[in-house]
């Protein structure tokens, strides 16, 4: 078992013709991914290195079998792509776009929640399920199959884990990158609850940040209705308030967001928290290594 | 929850135009300016005017003699009000009424190039314009504000019958006074929706119909013009039972420029040289106060990095995401504007290497310490995709002045050891 995407994924890409969807997207195809379309508007009937290109999301459904789809368009036209998405019969929407204006992003979460799909991201590195599929940007080489389940809002960040986990020699049921914008499709917490249900997944690592209360809601959530173990990190002790740290949702506004009182809320729900990236997988190997 | 004497959030350069600079770990619509843009209260205000929401009409001035004149022509008393992305202004002596021609002189001078220090400590901020305007005959002050609330993903409107004040304090002093509802995202706020907020917050009877209509307007703004927050602080009704705003805090989503001309020319200056000059690079560049300068890939490793240098004992200098550079290009400029802030003793480049490879960077390292002197310890970490390639490239170019770590650990106790050492 793992989350989200599997060996049952059949992906379509939105943006396939492009630059980097074609890139990210063979790349996932050579790792295994059942890549069966690409779709571009005005380009159906293409195909870019054998994959089929449609001009819709849903002719890629109903031809070619499309569960899942991947958004890779630019920004300005990217939340028009997922609400295609969510309207086309997919069962799961991955987001890969950074700057998508964040009030087309709350129509588009309702959107969603109304139509029962599940959106990952936007500006996400996507889902990786090592050995099954991968679907988005994350590098699979540091990343083997194995009992721990990572839900994070960075890239490179998880990456750095993933390896430190790797050369510990354990691995990951999945990784989920849920996105780094004010507004994502999925917050830890509906991350946590596929990992809660997953009996592949002994472990969960949660990679939070600054800004926003989604570790604090998670904290609840754990204390509440989570069984297995979590390992948590937060970055970014040194931001100062009403900066951007890079990420869009990476900002302390007045006294809230902080990552001290993201790490006191998990803490104080029984969670320990790595004090950096290495420390965390260490901690995760030796909590594993207890069960 | 916003407040006037909370910190504004600055205006700052972040993600990237320049695509020459972007690599394959970076995703599409990347580049994308300014994050988050504070508009100054007049900007506010003019937006204000265009969503049909009354404000006090007035005039910007930079300079004095313009602030005089603008002050004759608006007539008397007026208000003189120091124009910074900071509240806080009034008790910074930022704010003055002026009976007459006189001392609309002597406000407008004391106030134009005045240093504004924010009641956190935030600044200073420096006066460069004034917004001149009508003097208001307040009979009440209330509060108004529309913000997104990430948690609930909706917009939330909130409304209190005593404005004019620090709002958090008014909420922690009494909760009930703030009245918090959020808007229904399926469905059209309009003034009949309104309505019940501001009877709930228990405004005047004879305000009610004003200010559900100012709070339906608000909403608007938010929703047409991409705004994140906006609090009008106070909301006065006027001796002559007008709904009037008479200031204005609003922020702008910095991704959403494209679609408003008029708001990405503001956008294009920011207060900070150093922050201006890497927006003009297009780097992600925070400006922070200590003498570790760090590059590092990927917001949340930077971040990270800067936690951890802080833990060594270190003080960052910046947050620079190098957004997977490897290109010698990207590296250079990242190194420039690291090394145009005088405080910086020794740079930290943590690089993880995902699809972009650690060879790759060592080589763009390499001719970038080649095209730029750094004159201070260059301390560099590889870890990743072809990591040990890397290392091997530095090793044999042996250049002066630069160090290999093995571990993000090693790499912030080298470098603030060296910062130190070069203090």
Known sequence: MSIIVAAETKLAVSGLTGREGSFHGLRNKAYGTDLVAGVTPGKGGQDVEGVPVFDTIAAAVTEAGANTSMIFVPARFAAAAIDEAIESGVETVIAITEGIPVLDMLKTYWKAQQAGVRLIGPNCPGVLSPGKANVGIIPAQFFDPGPIGVVSKSGTLTYQIGSELKQAGTGNSSIVGIGGDPIVGSDFIDILKLYEADPETELIV?????????????????????????????????APPGKQM???????SGSSGTAEAKKEALEAKGVRVGESPTETAAIAVEVLRGL | MPSRGGSRDSPIGGGSRNVAARFSDSVPGRPTGTLYMDLLEYQGKQLFAKHGIPVPSGEVAADVDAAVAAAERIGYPCAIKAQVLIGGRGKAGGIKIAADADEARTHADAILGMDIVGPHGEGPFRVDQVWVEGGSDIAEEYYASIILDRGEKKLLAMVSAKGGMDIEAVAAEDPKALVKVHVDPTAEFDAAAARPIVEAAGLAGDALDDAAEALARLAEVASEEDATLIEVNPLIVTAGRDVVALDSKVTIDGNSLFRHEDLAEIADTVDDPLEQMAKDKGLTYVKLDGDVGILANGAGLCMSTLDVVAQAGGAPANFLDAGGGSKAEAIVNALEVIKADGKVKAILFNIFGGITRCDEIAKGIVTASQQIDLGMPLVVRLDGTNSVEGLKILAAADLPELYEAETMLDAANLVVKLAEEAS
């Open chain 1, 206 to 238: 949660m990679v939070g940040e600054i800004g926003g209360d989604a570790e604090e809601r998670a904290a609840e959530f754990i204390a509440a209705e989570v069984t297995k173990p979590v390992v948590a990190y937060i970055a970014g002790f040194t």
């Open chain 1, 246 to 252: 890079g990420h869009a949702g990476a900002i302390i």
